[in-house]
């Protein structure tokens, strides 16, 4: 079936480093959406995108919806220790509610 | 603001036991779902509902079965558990026109 495929599977960086992570599929989606999972807690919404091209951000956040529908962007400016966790993308299959979620991006930031 | 609530949070099960997952959401949403979690793995998604009435299979459904009571309601039963069901459980709801989906703080299950 259809995967979203995340890269960096996992990163340590130096607080105050930005990062980037990408999710991508072997299909088109029309919806981006970016969670983050802090340890024993349910993943949390940081980022929807809807439209292709699109670029949102939240707070030190930018997402960004790619050309080809087939893969998205997280990026984090400036991290700090908070920013520790997994990052998941995830979309719905086309003209489905079906969600699957990516495999998941591990960030670890070393003080 | 509860949001998505999931019962119990945490639970050991014998092989052969049966058990059902609780989860209800108080924000009026049409859609919801249950997914695994396995150590160090992303979240597959067993089933969804995406509105009253209706059930789907996710990725991973053989095992498990659900019921969506009533809106605001999805159980998951495990008919007679196996070690390779011991997971973490997430419910989720979501906005049809938002498009977003919204989780529980997830159930940790031990088969042993």
């Known amino acids: 079936g259809q995967q979203l495929n995340q890269s960096p599977q996992s990163m340590f960086i130096q607080e105050g480093e930005d990062v980037s992570m990408n999710c991508t599929s072997s299909s088109i989606f029309n919806t981006w959406l970016w969670y983050k999972q802090d340890p024993g807690e349910g993943p949390v919404l940081l980022i929807a995108l809807y439209k292709a091209g699109e670029l949102t951000s939240n707070g030190r956040l930018t997402a960004q919806f790619g050309i080809t529908r087939k893969d998205s962007f997280l990026n984090i400016s400036a991290s700090i220790p908070s920013d520790v966790g997994i990052y998941f993308c995830?979309?719905?299959?086309?003209?489905?509610?079906?969600?699957?979620f990516g495999t998941g991006t591990r960030l670890k930031v070393l003080a | 603001n509860a949001g998505v609530t999931q019962t119990p949070k945490f639970q050991v099960l014998k092989t052969g036991q049966s058990m059902t997952l609780q989860c209800a959401q108080d924000?009026?949403?049409?859609?919801m779902y249950w997914y695994r979690q396995d150590p160090g793995m992303g979240l597959r998604l067993i089933y969804y509902?995406?509105?009253?009435?209706?059930?789907d299979k996710g990725e991973v459904p053989n095992g498990y079965n659900v019921s969506r009571l009533n809106k605001r309601e999805f159980s998951l039963r495990l008919e007679s558990a196996a070690p390779s069901q011991t997971s973490v459980y997430f419910c989720?709801?979501?906005?049809?026109?938002?498009?977003?989906?919204?989780f529980g703080e997830g159930s940790w299950l031990t088969v042993v």
């Open positions: 509902s995406a509105s009253e009435g209706t059930t």
């Open positions: 995830a979309g719905p299959y086309s003209g489905t509610y079906k969600y699957i």
């Open positions: 924000m009026n949403h049409n859609s």
């Open positions: 989720a709801s979501g906005e049809l026109r938002g498009n977003t989906i919204y």
